[in-house]
C-alpha cells in the first residue's frame, strides 16, 4: 500500500503545488525502529502576515566596519582574530565596541574555566593511574574496568599526540592484554555481555579508529542479540515477539528494493552479512550459558553450520553473481536447511536473517515485524496511551524520573524519586526497563496499579491510574516552571529566548509558533534553538520549522535514485522578524535537525549560526510501505537530502566506509566537550527539566533547580551560543542592556512565565 503526499516545488519566480502519489516521506532518527508515516502535519503558514521591518540604508563608519569584521569573526569562531581586530584599533567609547570586548573577555573567561577544569580531571585520573599502577598490573574485572576509566577520562583531557604516548605507555598496554586475555575466556563460556562490556566497549571508546576492534565489538553485539531473541523473559516469551512473521513478507520487501532503494542493491554482500548471521547463530546455540528457550544437539548445529558453508562457496569464486533472484534463493534454501537441522522456529530465522541482510545497505532499512508497529509508531509521533511518566532502571531499581503534566500520573500521587515496586502485582526486580513500559502503558480507559514506595518513606502504596492518551510535548525551554510551563526568555534584561526542540512530530511546528509569538509580543531580539540530542522525526515538521524563519525559497530537496525529486520550500506567509539566530547542536543532532540547521546555515540564506559539535550524518531519507502485508511494515532508505545550495549532507556511514568523518552538518563555531563536561552538562539540565509534584503527604516537593549562572557554567555549548548571538546581535545594531550588580550582560532576575 502506498499513501499519498502532498509536496510543494518551488522555483524563482512561482510557486505551485503539486500531488504526488509517492510514498510517504519521512525522515527516521537514529533509533532502530525511528520512522513512521507521516500524518498530514496541519500547514503552519496559516497565521497571520507578519510585516518584516524593513532596513534603511546608510553610510558604514569606521567603527561600523570594525565592528562587521569583529563579529565576522566571532560567528566563524575565530575568537582570537577578533580580539587582534578590536586590540589593532584605538577607537573607544563606542557603545558596540566595548560590549565586543566585553564579549570576547567572557569568551577568554569561559575558556579558562574549562581548560582549569580539564586540567583538574586530568591530574585526578593520573593520581588514580599512579595508584591503579602501584598494584603493579591489573588483577581481575574491577581492576580492569578501573584502569580502563581513569585511561579514558585521562586521555579525554589530552591533545592527540599525547593520547597516543599514554595508550602507548606499560601500564595501559598490561590493561589491554589483560582485557583481551579475560575476553577470550568470557567468550570461550558463551558469556558476550561480559566481553562486550568489561572488554570491548572500552576498547572501542579508546580508540575508535581500530578496525580489529570494531569488527570484534559488532560480532559480540550481534550474538547479544541473537541470544536474547532466543530467551524468554517476564514480559513476553521468543515466540510471541517473533509471532506473524512471514517468508513471503522478507521476498516482498527484498524485490521493492529493485527500483524503490537509493542506489543500486549489492545482493552479494546481503548475502554475506545474512550468512554469517546465521553462523553466528550455530555459536550461540552451542556455546551459550543462558537458559534459552530453543537447544539443538552438536550433530545438528555441525550440520547447520556445514549446510552455510555449502551455500557460501556457491556464491563465491570469479565468476560468482549474486543477483536478487540467486539472494532469494539463498533465503529459501536456510530456511530448508533450518528445518533438516538446528529446527529452529522459522520466524526467528527469518528476522534474523532479514535484519543482517538489510544492515549491508544501510542502518536504516529494516522490515518492522507485526509486533513492533505499535512501538514504531509511537517512537515517531510521541503519542501513547499510558499514564504519564519517565522512569528508569539506571541504578537497579525502578524509578519514577519525572512527571508529564496534565497527564493522569500527574494526578495521581506519583511523583519523582518514587520506587515502583510492582506492576499489577508482579515485582519489577528483574523486569527490564523495555518489559516495564510495555507492562505500565496499554490501552486508553484500563487500569494499571503500581505498588510504590515513596521518596524518604519506608511505607508502600498501591495507586491505581486509569490510562489515557499521552503527547509527550517537544518544545521545551531551559527551566522548568511550576506545573509544567518552561522558561524560554534565558536573557529578559536584552530579550534572548531560548527553545530546545527535542523530537520532530506532528505537534512541534503548531507549539513552536505558540511560544515565538508569546515571545515576539514581549519584545524578543535575539533566538537560540537547541538541537542537541534531537534524533530526528518528521520531514513535514522540519522543513515547517525551518519555513517560520526563511522568507521564501528551497529548503530541502530529496533526490531518489529514480523519478521525480520531491521539494520543500518556505513561504512569506507567516515568516516571523528576521531577528539574530543561534542553533545548538551535537553529534547526536540527526536526521530531520540537520536538515533544519543545515538549512538555516546554508549560504543561500545564512538566516542562523551553528555552535557545537558535527551532527549525526544521517543525510537520508526513508519511506514506510505496507507492502509486505500482513500488519508488516518496510522502511527504506529511498533519496539522499540536499539543502538550499544543492550541497548533499553527507553520510556517515558512507563516509566511514571511504575511511572519512566529514559526514552531517559541521558548526561555525566548533564548542567540543570531554565526558566530565558532558556528563556535567546531562546533570544540569536534567534538574532543571524534570517535572515534580508533591510528596505523599501533600507538601510540596522541593526539587533541584540550577540558576542561570549555574546552568551557563554547566553547558559550555550554550555559553559560548549566547555570547555568539550577542554578537550577531550588535552587529545588526543593538546595544546590549549590562546588570549593574554583576558587570555581565545577562540578568540574574527572571520573571515568572507561562
Known sequence: MVRGCRLRICNSKHRFRIILLLAVVVLAGMCPLAGAVSKGLPAPKSFPQRQLPAKAARPVSEAGKLIAEACENITSGNFKSAQEVLEGSDIRQIKGI????????????????????????????????????????????????????????????????????????????????????????YEARGEWIKSYANCYSWLRTLEPDNTEYKEHAEELIEKIKIELSLKDNSCDTSAERHEGIKPKMFHRAVKALYFNYVSTVDYGEMAAKALKQCELIGEVLAKSNEKLAYQADAQKITGWLVGIETIQQELTGPFAVVT????????????????????????????????????????????????????????????????????????????????????????????VDDVILAVDGEP????????????????????????????????????????????????????????????????????????????????????????????????????IVDLRDNTGGY???????????????????????????????????????????????????????????????????????????????????????????????????????????????KNRYIAEKMGRKDWGIAPDVEVKLCSDEQRKLNEVH?????????DSNGVSKLVKRYSLAETLEADPQLAIGLLVLKAKMIQEGHVLKIEETTGTSTSAKLPAES
Not at 599526540?161 to 579475560?182: C, G, H, N, V, Y
Not at 491505581?464 to 516552571?481: A, H, K, N
Not at 536534567?686 to 508533591?694: F, H, K, Q, S
Request: one cysteine or more; glycine letters at 6%; charged letters at 25%.
Open 428 to 527: 519489577t526486580d528483574d523486569m527490564s526497563i523495555q518489559c516495564a513500559v510495555s507492562k505500565i502503558t496499554g490501552p486508553k480507559g484500563t487500569r494499571v496499579t503500581l505498588t510504590v514506595r515513596h521518596a524518604g518513606t519506608t511505607e508502600t502504596e498501591d495507586v491505581v491510574i486509569v490510562r489515557d492518551s499521552i503527547i509527550v510535548p517537544t518544545i521545551r525551554g531551559w527551566q522548568r516552571l511550576n506545573g509544567g510551563r518552561w522558561r524560554y526568555m534565558i536573557d529578559p534584561l536584552n530579550d534572548i529566548g531560548y527553545v530546545r526542540i527535542t523530537n520532530f512530530t506532528e505537534t512541534t511546528a503548531p507549539d513552536m509558533e505558540i511560544i515565538l509569538n508569546d515571545l515576539e509580543r514581549r519584545g524578543l531580539k535575539g533566538l
Open 686 to 694: 536534567g534538574a532543571n527539566e524534570v517535572l515534580a509534584r508533591t
Open 98 to 185: 566595548e560590549q565586543l570586548r566585553m564579549i570576547l573577555s567572557e569568551y577568554a573567561a569561559i575558556e579558562a574555566k574549562r581548560k582549569a577544569f580539564r586540567n583538574e580531571v586530568y591530574t585526578k585520573q593520573i593520581d588514580e593511574l599512579e595508584k591503579l599502577q602501584e598494584k603493579s598490573r591489573p588483577q581481575d574485572v574491577n581492576d580492569i574496568n578501573h584502569a580502563f576509566l581513569a585511561i579514558i577520562k585521562a586521555s579525554d583531557s589530552l591533545e592527540e599526540s599525547k593520547k597516543i604516548a599514554l595508550l602507548q605507555s606499560p601500564f595501559a598496554k598490561q590493561t589491554i592484554e589483560k582485557a583481551l586475555r579475560q575476553s577470550q575466556e
Open 539 to 649: 520531514l513535514s515538521a522540519a522543513a515547517a520549522v525551518v519555513d517560520m524563519f526563511v522568507s521564501e525559497g528551497l529548503i530541502v530537496k530529496s533526490q531518489p535514485r529514480w523519478g521525480i525529486s520531491t521539494y520543500e520550500a518556505a513561504h512569506k506567509k507567516g515568516t516571523h522578524p528576521e531577528y539574530p539566530l543561534v542553533v545548538l547542536i551535537n553529534q547526536h543532532s540527526a536526521s530531520a535537525s540537520e536538515i533544519v540547521a543545515g538549512a538555516l546555515q546554508d549560504a543561500k540564506y545564512k538566516r542562523a549560526t551553528l555552535v557545537g559539535e558535527r551532527t549525526y550524518g544521517k543525510g537520508s531519507v526513508q519511506t514506510i510501505t505496507q507492502f509486505p502485508g500482513d500488519g508488516s511494515q518496510f522502511k527504506y532508505t529511498m533519496a539522499y537530502y540536499h539543502l538550499p545550495s544543492d550541497q548533499r549532507v
Open 324 to 415: 536478487q533472484d540467486k539472494f532469494l534463493k539463498v533465503f529459501d534454501e536456510i530456511l530448508a536447511l533450518n528445518s533438516i537441522t538446528i529446527e529452529l522456529p522459522q520466524e526467528i530465522v527469518i528476522a534474523r536473517f532479514s535484519e543482517a541482510s538489510f544492515s549491508a545497505l544501510d542502518p536504516y532499512t529494516n522490515l518492522v515485524w507485526p509486533w513492533q508497529v505499535k512501538d514504531f509508531e509511537k517512537n515517531m509521533t510521541q503519542k501513547f496511551p499510558g499514564i504519564g511518566i519517565q522512569i528508569s532502571k539506571a541504578t537497579g531499581i525502578l524509578k519514577v524520573v519525572s512527571l508529564i503534566p496534565n497527564t493522569p500520573a500527574y494526578s495521581s500521587g506519583l511523583d
